[in-house]
């Protein structure tokens, strides 16, 4: 007499109140703030963020877009295989008007906290100062940098590394003889652009003075 077969359970995605809270202090946005663009009341947000809520279909996407995510993120289960990236296999996207490019290192994994890029700067580049929320870690791959942290300047090599918290004003240049190439890993905002295949110009935002 055979057994019975087993029944199969429907599997359920990860718990997301985490990530969307996690994603929510990132983008610098209160409970508030989110609840308000997102359509709900601040106590329903708060109760899914805690994952003692789940909301509708149609609310967590509201959510999501807020975030500038889709709703994916939160409902799918990857596969082991999404979490794999090849060399010459990334594609580069940059922000308007900058002659930086960067790749995408990281996937997107519920419940990840962190984003990683290679960042490629061409030869005299040199960064605005800037300082938010988050917390940083570089290594260089290729070139020479200049790194300015909080007034100090640290001149980096292949295979130097620097780890810093986001809210110490900090700038890069490129102060070698070609491009250089930083493998970039953080907790601050992913950052988003026109994707575009083409080796970036020599055209410079900033030089030296």
């Given amino acids: 007499m055979s057994e019975p077969a087993a029944k199969l359970d429907n599997p359920r995605p990860p718990a997301f109140g985490g990530r969307i809270r996690d994603m929510r202090r990132k983008a610098d946005l209160t ?17 899914v963020e805690r994952d ?98 909080d007034g100090t300047q640290f001149v980096l090599h292949p295979g130097d590394s620097l780890h810093f918290m986001g809210d110490t004003p900090h700038a890069f240049a490129n102060i070698g003889d070609g491009p250089a190439k930083l493998l970039w890993t953080g907790t601050t905002p992913r950052l988003l652009g026109p994707r575009t295949d083409k080796t970036p110009t020599n055209d410079i935002n900033r030089r030296e003075s």
């Fill in 31 to 47: 409970l508030q703030a989110l609840a308000d663009q997102a359509g709900i009341s601040v106590g329903f947000l708060s109760q």
């Fill in 52 to 149: 003692k809520a789940t909301p509708s279909l149609g609310t967590l996407a509201n959510i999501a877009a807020t975030l500038g995510v889709d709703v994916e993120v939160f409902i799918s289960t990857p596969k082991p295989s999404d979490s794999v990236t090849r060399e010459g296999e990334r594609p580069r996207f940059a922000l308007a008007d900058s002659s930086l490019s960067y790749e995408h290192i990281s996937t997107s994994l519920p419940g990840g906290t962190i984003s990683s890029l290679i960042i490629h700067i061409p030869e005299g580049y040199a960064s605005e100062v800037t300082a938010h929320v988050g917390e940083e870690l570089i290594v260089v791959l290729e070139g020479k940098v200049r790194q300015s942290l």
